[in-house]
């Protein structure tokens, strides 16, 4: 969806989703979020990372990202699984599994930002679904302030539901057409505070609406008469207007024009700073997530396959499927990028209705070798908060490759 009204509206405010970033700093509208500088070395209480963990019950090895002290939320070998009855069976057939999230754990600090990225059908949207609680868990803890929200009823969930929020990846498709702008942010407010006084209520709209780069005159209008990108910003207002601990942004600007993600990004690292947000953000580009990460978790088919901050991962990784993923990032200088070589996976991405067994990869991984097929990698620590469920992590790459033809050219 592209951000054309933003250019044409007369209502719109000078330089708001149209040329120029809101904040402070941002990059021009005709780049990237890749072009920004990036994101500065997040603090070390963030990465004290404990020994990995153990065996699991009778799945194997769990897949830690590493503890932190005093995290604000701890997913502890999460699974989510789906029911799936094959087309045209019969009533008493019973139905297969589609284990989409398989035994993800990692912990998340007061005000760290988590990257999560992946191929599509990796599972990234369940986990971040699972955690908001609206689908169901099938095992495992998911922990928020010591509390285990996987093993709540939903009466008592939904006390704890104004501190997690979610930005949904289709800005309008999110948004009710039938709701005015005002009560549509307004919503959540009188949904879990009630007692709000409607003067307080239209104050704090006007007040978001301001803070996320809205003008407060438009809270009469409706969705459809906005642009992709402020559509976005309304999402980002509804989900802020409850002063939430912890904001889960679901591909939030995979719908938006390139120039339109580096203000939704950059608006949101602002608002991260000010309000002291945890966040989860899930994309499928590793600019826009390294952009924004402080670390960041590359998942595959339901698994964690490489954990570490975000600048180490973008120039180390050691995970075959990391370095697949950023390999496939195409290079602006067009000799060097007919001149490099890449890793090549073969094959699609196997069902989860039958994954592999042992390493979820093995069957594309240019690595793989007999023991794969064994049992699940352990995630090993490299130190730095660095952690790769790959054993044969150290054998050369494409990547590797790669970059010494790079430096001898």
Same mark, same amino acid.
């Given at each position: 969806?592209?951000?054309?009204?933003?250019?044409?509206?007369?209502?719109?405010?000078?330089?708001?989703?149209?040329?120029?970033?809101?904040?402070?700093?941002?990059?021009?509208?005709?780049?990237?979020?890749?072009?920004?500088?990036?994101?500065?070395?997040?603090?070390?209480?963030?990465?004290?990372?404990?020994?990995?963990?153990?065996?699991?019950?009778?799945?194997?090895?769990?897949?830690?990202?590493?503890?932190?002290?005093?995290?604000?939320?701890?997913?502890?070998?999460?699974?989510?699984?789906?029911?799936?009855?094959?087309?045209?069976?019969?009533?008493?057939?019973?139905?297969?599994?589609?284990?989409?999230?398989?035994?993800?754990?990692?912990?998340?600090?007061?005000?760290?930002?988590?990257?999560?990225?992946?191929?599509?059908?990796?599972?990234?949207?369940?986990?971040?679904?699972?955690?908001?609680?609206?689908?169901?868990?099938?095992?495992?803890?998911?922990?928020?302030?010591?509390?285990?929200?996987?093993?709540?009823?939903?009466?008592?969930?939904?006390?704890?539901?104004?501190?997690?929020?979610?930005?949904?990846?289709?800005?309008?498709?999110?948004?009710?057409?039938?709701?005015?702008?005002?009560?549509?942010?307004?919503?959540?407010?009188?949904?879990?505070?009630?007692?709000?006084?409607?003067?307080?209520?239209?104050?704090?709209?006007?007040?978001?609406?301001?803070?996320?780069?809205?003008?407060?005159?438009?809270?009469?209008?409706?969705?459809?008469?906005?642009?992709?990108?402020?559509?976005?910003?309304?999402?980002?207002?509804?989900?802020?207007?409850?002063?939430?601990?912890?904001?889960?942004?679901?591909?939030?600007?995979? +719908? !938006?024009?390139? /120039? %339109?993600?580096?203000?939704?990004?950059? =608006?949101?690292?602002?608002? @991260? *700073?000010?309000?002291?947000?945890?966040?989860?953000?899930?994309?499928?580009?590793?600019?826009?997530?390294?952009?924004?990460?402080?670390?960041?978790?590359?998942?595959?088919?339901?698994?964690?396959?490489?954990?570490?901050?975000?600048?180490?991962?973008?120039?180390?990784?050691?995970?075959?499927?990391?370095? +697949? !993923?950023?390999? /496939? %990032?195409?290079?602006?200088?067009?000799? =060097?990028?007919?001149?490099? @070589? *890449?890793?090549?996976?073969?094959?699609?991405?196997?069902?989860?209705?039958?994954?592999?067994?042992?390493?979820?990869?093995?069957?594309?991984?240019?690595?793989?070798?007999?023991?794969?097929?064994?049992?699940?990698?352990?995630?090993?620590?490299?130190?730095?908060?660095?952690?790769?469920?790959?054993?044969?992590?150290?054998?050369? /790459? %494409?990547?590797?490759?790669?970059?010494?033809?790079?430096?001898?050219?």
């Amino acid at each position: 969806m592209t951000d054309r009204k933003d250019e044409t509206k007369p209502h719109q405010a000078p330089g708001r989703d149209a040329a120029a970033d809101p904040t402070p700093g941002a990059p021009p509208a005709s780049g990237t979020p890749a072009a920004t500088p990036p994101s500065p070395e997040p603090a070390d209480v963030a990465h004290k990372d404990a020994p990995v963990a153990g065996e699991a019950e009778g799945t194997g090895t769990k897949q830690y990202t590493g503890a932190i002290e005093n995290p604000i939320l701890r997913v502890d070998d999460l699974r989510v699984a789906f029911d799936i009855r094959p087309r045209g069976a019969w009533p008493w057939t019973p139905s297969k599994k589609l284990h989409a999230v398989g035994g993800v754990s990692f912990d998340l600090a007061p005000g760290e930002s988590l990257g999560v990225v992946g191929e599509s059908g990796s599972g990234k949207s369940t986990l971040a679904r699972a955690i908001v609680g609206t689908i169901g868990s099938t095992g495992g803890r998911i922990e928020f302030e010591g509390e285990d929200l996987a093993s709540m009823s939903e009466r008592q969930r939904r006390a704890h539901r104004k501190d997690v929020q979610m930005v949904f990846q289709d800005p309008l498709a999110a948004l009710n057409p039938r709701m005015t702008v005002g009560d549509i942010i307004a919503e959540p407010l009188i949904t879990h505070e009630p007692k709000t006084p409607r003067k307080e209520v239209r104050r704090r709209v006007a007040e978001l609406m301001e803070r996320v780069g809205l003008l407060p005159n438009l809270v009469n209008r409706y969705p459809h008469e906005f642009s992709g990108g402020q559509c976005q910003r309304i999402g980002i207002a509804r989900a802020l207007i409850l002063k939430p601990k912890l904001l889960i942004c679901d591909e939030p600007v995979s +719908a !938006l024009d390139v /120039s %339109v993600q580096a203000q939704v990004v950059n =608006l949101l690292k602002e608002l @991260q *700073r000010d309000m002291g947000l945890a966040m989860i953000f899930i994309a499928h580009d590793l600019s826009v997530v390294k952009h924004i990460s402080d670390r960041i978790v590359v998942m595959y088919l339901g698994r964690v396959m490489e954990v570490a901050p975000s600048k180490m991962l973008a120039t180390e990784p050691e995970h075959p499927y990391t370095q +697949a !993923l950023i390999a /496939s %990032v195409p290079i602006p200088d067009p000799v =060097l990028e007919r001149q490099r @070589q *890449r890793p090549v996976l073969g094959g699609e991405l196997p069902s989860p209705m039958s994954p592999p067994s042992g390493c979820v990869f093995r069957t594309r991984c240019p690595k793989a070798k007999p023991d794969c097929a064994q049992g699940l990698p352990p995630m090993l620590d490299l130190g730095g908060g660095h952690r790769v469920a790959c054993p044969y992590h150290e054998e050369p /790459s %494409v990547l590797d490759a790669a970059r010494q033809s790079r430096r001898a050219g």
